[in-house]
């Protein structure tokens, strides 16, 4: 037996369930900016999208441990005014943090900071540099040719 969906006059987002299956892992609550993480030589660049908020009151750059910490809140301005009437909200609000991981030898001094047109951009110096390889002598008696030959086989230890 075929199924057959058809979609009707009445908005598919009508359907609760839908949406929630449609986002399912996706967080409902608060607001998570978009980023991008990009090589730039040895440098890594993180760009977080953060239109219309502040950065000198409402974003926080951090190493913690071994990780780039972004955290924040874009805050809705009109909340304070009275609306009336439904409205469509796409645009989402509330406290967020995004964190990174970084390579144990990047410090506080190797990152920067800088905003501009909505896109917070944080360089990160250093972080693709090959840490230098360093040979390790192994110090040590190495076992004579008659100690490895007086090991029984596989064969003689079945007999």
């Not at 607001?31 to 926080?60: C, H, K, M, W």
Request: no cysteine; net charge negative; glycine share 8%.
């Amino acid at each position: 037996m075929n199924t057959l969906s058809v979609w009707n006059a009445r908005s598919p987002f009508s359907d609760a369930s839908l949406v929630r299956r449609s986002f399912a892992g996706v967080p409902q609550a608060g607001f998570v900016p978009a980023a991008d993480v990009v090589r730039d030589g040895d440098d890594a660049v993180v760009r977080l999208e953060l239109p219309g908020i502040s950065t000198a009151s409402d974003v926080t750059v951090e190493i913690v441990g071994d990780r780039l910490v972004v955290r924040g809140e874009r805050r809705d301005e009109q909340e304070a005014t009275e609306r009336r009437g439904p409205r469509v909200r796409e645009v989402r609000y509330g406290s967020f943090r995004r964190s990174f991981p970084l390579p144990t030898h990047v410090s506080a001094d190797s990152v920067s900071a800088s905003y501009d047109a909505g896109v917070l951009s944080v360089r990160v110096a250093g972080v693709h540099v090959q840490p230098e390889t360093r040979r390790i002598d192994v110090s040590g008696v190495a076992p004579s040719a008659t100690e490895a030959t007086d090991a029984p086989t596989e064969g003689e230890q079945a007999a």
